[in-house]
């Protein structure tokens, strides 16, 4: 397995994060990326470090504005007289506002739709070389076949088109996702991260040569909240291929992997020419969120059922956040790969 990444990738690194009325310990720390770094190089045929992209692959997705906000933002923000260590922001439009406003303050609160993506003087960077990462493991599965692993941080499944989100800043996997459809036809993406992937799924709702499937926790209880539903299947070229399964909190093994097989066997149906994992490892019974109850075997497991597919396969990393089980999670993981 080829393992992708980038060292900037560690340059952001907020030690918190504005939740519950108070500021608390930020989950995706650049410790993460070194963690991810040292248990995949265990289960590499080689590691790559991946050069740093132009603009155009991201502006493919990214909408030319954010991107412009995004990489200048740090610096409007220090400019400010007594602004605070992090940029976060402290407004946010809803349904009723539609005019982006030109005041720093007011067009933070409109590419971002809450305080969970804090930016420091290194995020954009951070951000490029994780989407960076994606692309390069994207060429490299075109080139060589796979599997192929991208190791990205921040994690990208989060962000729309315009707007950061849930600690993503570009979607990485929806960039090579793009990638790959471009020279494939019919791609498929499998979301497994224990949120569901809203950014991605607004992204492709209405294309019909990318399917996005996401196995997650019920939208009614858990973040990102307002996106998710089983109803929710595309709509123009996209329809029905959108395929939600929204579980309850304290999931397990095997109710995991019934919602799994069901969801490879629209994969199959849908005949892509490769198959995009976002592989958050958040679904483990040991990461801090504690919203469902996988084992590492389980994401072994995973693994293997994709690989029966017999797809060419990119891995992106999205979620999972530090403890001490982390690493083996990986482990396991990555190791059904190679089973």
Request: hydrophobic share 40%; proline share 7%; glycine share 10%.
């Amino acid at each position: 397995m080829l393992v992708v990444h980038h060292p900037d990738q560690a340059l952001h690194d907020p030690e918190h994060v504005f939740r519950m009325g108070r500021f608390l310990p930020q989950p995706d720390r650049a410790e993460r990326y070194r963690v991810f770094l040292a248990q995949s190089r265990k289960h590499a045929s080689g590691v790559v470090e991946a050069p740093l992209c132009g603009l155009a692959p991201i502006h493919a997705i990214h909408d030319e504005d954010y991107v412009d906000f995004f990489r200048n933002v740090w610096d409007r923000w220090s400019a400010i007289p007594d602004a605070g260590p992090q940029v976060i922001p402290s407004v946010h439009p809803t349904h009723r506002m539609r005019r982006k406003p030109k005041d720093l303050l007011g067009e933070l609160g409109w590419y971002s739709n809450s305080t969970s993506c804090p930016i420091g003087p290194g995020s954009y960077q951070a951000a490029l070389a994780s989407a960076s990462s994606a692309l390069h493991a994207a060429e490299l599965l075109l080139d060589r076949g796979g599997p192929v692993y991208a190791l990205c941080r921040p994690p990208g499944h989060h962000a729309y088109r315009d707007l950061m989100s849930g600690v993503c800043f570009f979607n990485n996997a929806a960039i090579a996702a793009h990638r790959l459809a471009s020279k494939l036809g019919r791609v498929a993406i499998v979301d497994i991260d224990v949120h569901h992937g809203n950014g991605t799924q607004d992204i492709f709702w209405s294309r019909g040569d990318v399917l996005f499937a996401s196995l997650h926790v019920d939208p009614d209880f858990g973040p990102p909240y307002y996106a998710g539903h089983a109803d929710e299947t595309g709509e123009g070229a996209g329809k029905g291929l959108t395929l939600n399964k929204p579980m309850a909190i304290g999931t397990g093994d095997r109710d995991y992997l019934a919602a799994l097989d069901e969801t490879l066997g629209a994969v199959g149906a849908f005949g892509p020419a490769a198959i995009v994992i976002s592989a958050g490892l958040d679904a483990s019974a040991t990461d801090p969120v504690q919203t469902f109850k996988l084992s590492n075997e389980c994401f072994a497991e995973i693994a293997r059922r994709v690989t029966g597919l017999g797809l060419p396969t990119l891995i992106v990393q999205e979620g999972g956040y530090l403890n001490d089980n982390l690493a083996a999670c990986l482990g396991a993981f990555l190791r059904g790969f190679q089973d």
